[in-house]
């Protein structure tokens, strides 16, 4: 099995601060790693794919890089509507989600 | 503009089977290009993919499941289904439906369902 480790799992950021997440994979899964959002009540969203290609829909300021076993997701400059739960997402064997880390506004 | 709705009983005793269906709108389950997959999200937790089906009916399961799971397909109505045998508290959860792209190196969830909670409780 592929385990999938975040962090951190949660921070408090202020609007406009640039908020990076961190994503690692238990073995190297080459760029086999998708980014979701998730709102209170709501199904995940598909950020990022392939671990740099942002969803059709997507605004810019979110982004993503990485390949082997250490990734990184990036909110440029941190909006009220980015409060949620991100997830990464491996499927280099079967699919594994990462644990979550909540952003919340400070 | 693909959509997907789960449907089934919000309420299953123990030991009993969970079942859901995953209607499919806006979009052909035959096509090639998706697998389609079953999600869960026990409450206030992380997310566990239990399965996917192609519309060919072959399946692939999440190892901690299989013993338990089965899914299908029905064309004619652009639906696919879980079947979760012997439950538990432990499977109390939201389910999600999900369309997953089928590309051999790329492959992700791009439009899910809203998703169902499914409580296990006599």
């Known amino acids: 099995d592929i385990q999938m480790t975040q962090s951190p799992s949660s921070l408090s950021a202020s609007v406009g601060d640039r908020v990076t997440i961190t994503c690692q994979a238990s073995q190297d899964i080459s760029n086999y790693l998708n980014w979701y959002q998730q709102k209170p009540g709501k199904a995940p969203n598909l950020l990022i794919y392939?671990?740099?290609n942002l969803e059709t829909g997507v605004p810019s300021r979110f982004s993503g890089s990485g390949s082997g076993t250490d990734f990184t997701f990036t909110i440029s400059s941190l909006q009220p509507e980015d409060i949620a739960t991100y997830y990464c997402?491996?499927?280099?064997?079967?699919?594994?989600f990462g644990p979550g880390t909540k952003v919340d506004i400070k | 503009q693909v959509q997907l709705q789960e449907s089934g009983p919000g309420l299953v005793k123990p030991s009993q089977t969970l079942s859901l269906t995953c209607t499919v709108s806006?979009?052909?389950?035959?096509?090639?290009?998706?697998?389609w997959s079953w999600i869960r999200q026990h409450p206030g937790k992380g997310l566990e993919w239990i399965g996917y089906i192609y519309y060919s009916g072959s399946t692939s399961y999440n190892p901690s499941l299989e013993s338990r799971v089965t899914m299908s397909v029905d064309t004619s109505k652009n639906q696919f289904s879980l079947r979760l045998t012997s439950v538990t508290a432990a499977d109390t959860a939201v389910y999600y439906c999900?369309?997953?792209?089928?590309?051999?190196?790329?492959?992700?969830?791009?439009?899910w369902g809203q998703g169902t909670l499914v409580t296990v409780s006599s």
């Open positions: 806006g979009g052909s389950i035959s096509s090639g290009a998706y697998y």
């Open positions: 999900a369309r997953t792209t089928a590309g051999l190196d790329s492959q992700r969830f791009d439009y």
């Open positions: 392939d671990a740099s």
């Open positions: 997402q491996q499927y280099d064997n079967l699919f594994t």
